[in-house]
């Protein structure tokens, strides 16, 4: 992770990615652990998408904004909300659980998506709603 890099050693993320990431139902990397997992810093979407996993990608700066990206094979979504002046732990793991239960419980991945962000957003105390865009 940013700025510290692996947690694991080496030969441990390398066989995360070779045998863990092909059988993942849904991967859940920051931008920093995507841009490992694939070798490129090119566009998160086109990142996501090359594992050929569903994917939800935390850590998404954009603008003045944060969030996530949310990519499958037929869909894409960004949902963002304002920054904070300070940064926050645990809002990716927050959000990983968000999604998954609202997933559990029957939601699309869009409504999904914008349940986990409303969520982070709210235990954040940011106020306002989350800005969803679909991106494909």
Known sequence: ????????????????????????DLLRPNLWELRRL??????PLALARAIG???LVSSLGHGE??????ADGHEAWL????????????TGDRLT?????ALVRGRSSREALAV????????????GE???????
């Open 53 to 55: 996993r569903p994917t």
């Open 1 to 24: 992770d940013e700025p510290g890099g692996l947690y694991v050693r080496e030969d441990v993320a390398g066989s995360i990615a070779e045998a863990l990431v092909p059988r993942a």
């Open 116 to 127: 986990a962000i409303q969520g982070v957003m709210r235990s954040l105390g940011i106020p």
């Open 65 to 70: 904004a944060i969030g996530a990206l949310y």
């Open 79 to 90: 949902a963002t909300h304002p920054r904070l002046a300070v940064t926050s732990r645990g």
């Open 97 to 101: 659980a968000l999604f998954a239960a």
């Open 130 to 136: 989350p800005r969803l865009e679909q991106l494909a």
């Open 38 to 43: 694939t070798g490129s810093t090119a566009n």
